[in-house]
T-cell receptor
Framework: DAKTTQPNSMESNEEEPVHLPCNHS???????IHWYRQLPSQGPEYVIH???SNVNNRMASLAIAEDRKSSTLILHRATLRDAAVYYC???????????FGKGTMLLVSP | GAGVSQTPSNKVTEKGKYVELRCDPISGHTALYWYRQSLGQGPEFLIYFQGTGAADDSGLPNDRFFAVRPEGSVSTLKIQRTERGDSAVYLC????????????FGQGTRLTVV
């Protein structure tokens, strides 16, 4: 699996937008970009995924650079419940396993 | 229940003992994954089942670790001759198929080897 690079931690205030970056300069044409998050003492949970186009769902938006070498997970209004470790993962179209890195720990202040 | 269930939630065992960890995936999900997570690290892949067969067991660290899924639903992760370094949270996930479908994770089993 191609590797991703994320900041170790980020801080945000409640109700502000949060932009979590991910670099994946060695991404291949068949790699999907997945985001999962892990709340304290919980298993990871799916957030969003995409291939080339930007994606929106009820949890977040995913903005993918035109060259696909980077992407940004956008939480439009952070809440205290969004405090978690966010993982950016490349997953080949034909391969099932998710390979987790260390992720970004998001701290949200009231 | 609707989610992935793992039992027990906590397990303390003595070094050298044998342990079994159980995973009940979401009904109908054909893909099942085992991961383990040490403190401060992301989950580390162990094994992936598609139906009853292990499609990828490249993450199992050594031959003390073994997993089965005999009927294509419940899976058991078995660890022989446990060592203190096996202490971790063991996570199970399932998805409706393989490929790029969403994976649903259980809460994990915290294994402590003393």
């Amino acid at each position: 699996d191609a590797k991703t690079t994320q900041p170790n931690s980020m801080e945000s205030n409640e109700e502000e937008p949060v932009h979590l970056p991910c670099n994946h300069s060695t991404i291949s044409g068949t790699d999907y970009i997945h985001w999962y998050r892990q709340l304290p003492s919980q298993g990871p949970e799916y957030v969003i995924h995409g291939l080339t186009s930007n994606v929106n769902n009820r949890m977040a938006s995913l903005a993918i650079a035109e060259d696909r070498k980077s992407s940004t997970l956008i939480l439009h209004r952070a809440t205290l419940r969004d405090a978690a470790v966010y993982y950016c993962i490349l997953r080949d179209r034909g391969y099932s396993t998710l390979t987790f890195g260390k992720g970004t720990m998001l701290l949200v202040s009231p | 229940g609707a989610g992935v269930s793992q039992t027990p939630s906590n397990k303390v065992t003595e070094k050298g003992k044998y342990v079994e960890l159980r995973c009940d995936p979401i009904s109908g999900h054909t893909a099942l994954y085992w991961y383990r997570q040490s403190l401060g690290q992301g989950p580390e892949f162990l094994i992936y089942f598609q139906g009853t067969g292990a499609a990828d067991d490249s993450g199992l660290p050594n031959d003390r670790f073994f997993a089965v899924r005999p009927e294509g639903s419940v899976s058991t992760l078995k660890i022989q001759r446990t060592e203190r370094g096996d202490s971790a949270v063991y996570l199970c996930a399932s998805s409706s198929t393989g490929g790029n479908t969403e994976a649903f994770f259980g809460q994990g089993t915290r294994l402590t080897v003393v």
